[in-house]
């Protein structure tokens, strides 16, 4: 969603639309990525909070890219996330979503077996008046060629899956750019027609059929002056209506479990003190967990990712500030991966063996190591004692990204 000025009052009504798409019968996870180029973190905190779900919010800063530029840098985004996002929705700052909305249009899709659904909108001019935009026109069921004489779908009434998205919309045709990327979409996926007015749809003064050359070519100027990489920033709003930074925190990826014992009993390398240590460091940075399927969450951790693929792990890993792992298959992966300087905690197995020298490894004391290094962990006994206390963890952790004590 590109938004120019985050205190428009126009938004509370679109952040409402996304709210209502909440129901008892629909639970979704959604994240809404938000395109700006002249507005503070604090303005964007105080949009976030019109929001009464606990909704993602992604801030992404850019060089005045235009809507479909924008729309594109929100795109590179979701294309690159490891966290599979299985629909796109676009929804201008203007405009509002009926509820049920996201619901009655994923379902329309999938049992039409399409790609791309487009509902029917509700206009109304500036006033709140209802009104019917020159020069526009209805057709019953989508048709190509009908949208090659005149784009007749708008935008905010549009849903479709990820891969639709692969090409991105075209910014040297900015302020068409939405016709020529459902074009696009059409020549390989199919597209239907939701016959439902779902959107209330604000024609301003100046909107679509006034649109000239001189804009177009305006837009295309402009698009080789755009800045190559904005910037992230990412809030998340959890159940107590607070509202928390990501990317101003250091982002530690943490694998707390090395493998599941034959016999059942916990793996004497697992750290007892992982809670303790993510409390403590939650303030100031973005915790990920990362295992497989029956390990628990550690409680505080802001996100659990499990099962993930290896190239999803060394994205992840690429990405985060520092990573913090047991003796386990991970610090082994990161070497493989040319990443060093984690946290890396021992109790039995010796680091000097298991061990990297370029990680931070920690160890109480040699006198807990194991007599036979090579047997079998299962025959080892679990010792809560041969672990180093969490504050001697967080202060190696925080000495390593540089945080300052508070």
Not at 61 to 84: H, S
Not at 144 to 171: M, P
Not at 308 to 315: A, T
Not at 329 to 341: C, D, E, L, T
Request: glycine share 4%.
């Amino acid at each position: 969603m590109p938004v120019t000025d985050f205190k428009d009052l126009l938004l509370k009504r679109t952040i409402e639309g996304f709210d209502v798409q909440f129901d008892k019968e629909w639970d979704p996870t959604i994240k809404v990525y938000v395109i700006n180029d002249n507005n503070s973190d604090e303005s964007f905190v105080e949009f976030c909070l019109l929001s009464k779900q606990p909704l993602s919010f992604e801030l992404i800063r850019t060089n005045k890219l235009g809507p479909g530029g924008a729309r594109n840098e929100a795109i590179k985004l979701i294309n690159e996330d490891p966290n599979k996002i299985d629909y796109i929705a676009y929804c201008d700052y203007d405009d509002v979503w009926d509820p049920g909305y996201l619901r009655e249009s994923i379902k329309f899709l999938e049992d039409s077996k399409a790609d791309m659904v487009y509902s029917d909108c509700k206009f109304i001019n500036e006033k709140g008046g209802a009104m019917f935009p020159y020069g526009f026109q209805e057709i019953d069921e989508f048709s190509r060629d009908a949208l090659k004489k005149s784009n007749y779908i708008w935008v905010s009434t549009v849903v479709h899956k990820t891969i639709c998205a692969k090409n991105g919309f075209s910014v040297d045709c900015d302020p068409l750019d939405d016709w020529n990327n459902w074009l696009m979409i059409s020549e390989s996926f199919k597209i239907v027609h939701r016959k439902k007015q779902s959107v209330t749809y604000l024609v301003k003064e100046k909107t679509y059929h006034n649109k000239t050359d001189n804009a177009i070519a305006e837009a295309r100027v402009r698009a080789k002056h755009i800045s190559s990489k904005p910037e992230i920033v990412q809030f998340t709003i959890d159940t107590n209506r607070e509202v928390k930074s990501i990317s101003s925190q250091k982002k530690i990826l943490l694998a707390p479990y090395s493998h599941k014992m034959l016999s059942g009993k916990p793996n004497p390398k697992n750290y007892p003190f992982f809670s303790e240590v993510v409390s403590a460091l939650k303030s100031e940075c973005y915790i990920t967990q990362i295992g497989v399927s029956g390990e628990a969450k550690i409680p505080g951790a802001d996100k659990i990712e499990l099962d993930r693929s290896f190239d999803d792990l060394k994205k992840m890993l690429d990405e985060c500030d520092i990573f913090v792992s047991v003796d386990s298959f991970f610090p082994h992966f990161a070497k493989y991966n040319n990443r060093s300087g984690g946290i890396v905690i021992f109790s039995l197995s010796d680091p000097e063996i298991f061990g990297y020298p370029d990680n931070i490894n920690v160890l109480k004391d040699r006198q807990f190591l194991r007599r036979g290094q090579f047997m079998k962990w299962d025959d080892a006994s679990y010792d809560v004692h041969s672990f180093v206390s969490p504050d001697i963890i967080v202060s190696k952790i925080k000495q390593a990204l540089r945080i300052t004590a508070s």
